[in-house]
Antibody
């Protein structure tokens, strides 16, 4: 069965950095676009970034562009999110999600359990 | 950028039918996906491509999309359906996915 397991969350000071990881299993990782989505406390879901099967192209929400970098290692079935220059408003649960295949407007068909990122001094 | 709008809340009695709407300019020309998120849990895809259900999702969940409104319908609502529901589309001008603000479904 499809499994996505995030790790790397934690407490970090404003201006700091954090690297999230997502370990995938139960499917052919290199066949799928992958994404990060977050939910801040008291807010709704916000798409953060997604990456193509090969690693390029990559897309970012305006709120994180220039500060976050998404990457993947297909050999290790892993997805990453490098988060730099973190701000208080980046505090959220971060989810790794798989994009459904073969669709020009795909859904996010599987989600991980999430990892908590707290940015506070 | 493309914007989709959801009502903040919908309330329904057990056994009745709940309708959660997602509004957007000519949204009927786009594919709409719906997610359910219960407190403390990850989101789950309940309807994709306007009206299709992933395996394991009860038939009580259905979707429609026409004109400027897409609708998620939950029939014979149960207490366990209480959750936040989000619609999602793609903004073709940016190649970015867009989520609605979410609707909290309360079972009275």
């Amino acid at each position: 069965q499809v499994q996505l397991v995030e790790s790397g969350g934690g407490l970090v000071k404003p201006g700091g950095s954090l690297r999230l990881s997502c370990a995938a299993s139960g499917f052919t990782f290199s066949d799928h676009y992958m994404s990060w989505i977050r939910r801040a406390p008291g807010k709704g879901l916000e798409w953060v970034s997604y990456i193509s099967r090969s690693g390029t192209p990559r897309y970012y929400a305006d709120s994180v562009k220039g500060r976050y970098t998404i990457s993947r290692d297909n050999a290790k079935s892993s997805l990453f999110l490098q988060m730099d220059s973190l701000r208080a408003e980046d505090t959220a649960v971060y989810y790794c999600a798989r994009l459904a295949p073969d669709n020009s407007s795909p859904s996010f068909d599987y989600w991980g359990q999430g990892t908590v990122v707290t940015v506070s001094s | 950028s493309y914007i989709v709008t959801q009502p903040p809340s919908v309330s329904v009695a057990p056994g009745q039918t709940a309708k959660v709407t997602c509004g957007g300019n000519s949204i009927g020309t786009r594919s709409v996906h719906w997610y359910q998120q219960k407190p403390g849990q990850s989101p789950v895809l309940v309807v994709y491509d306007d009206r299709d259900r992933p395996s394991g999702i009860p038939e009580r969940f259905s979707g429609s999309n026409s004109g400027n409104t897409a609708t998620l319908t939950v029939s014979r609502v149960e207490a366990g359906d209480e959750a936040d529901y989000y619609c999602q589309v793609w903004d073709s001008s940016t190649d970015h996915p867009v989520f609605g603000g979410g609707t909290k479904l309360t079972v009275l």
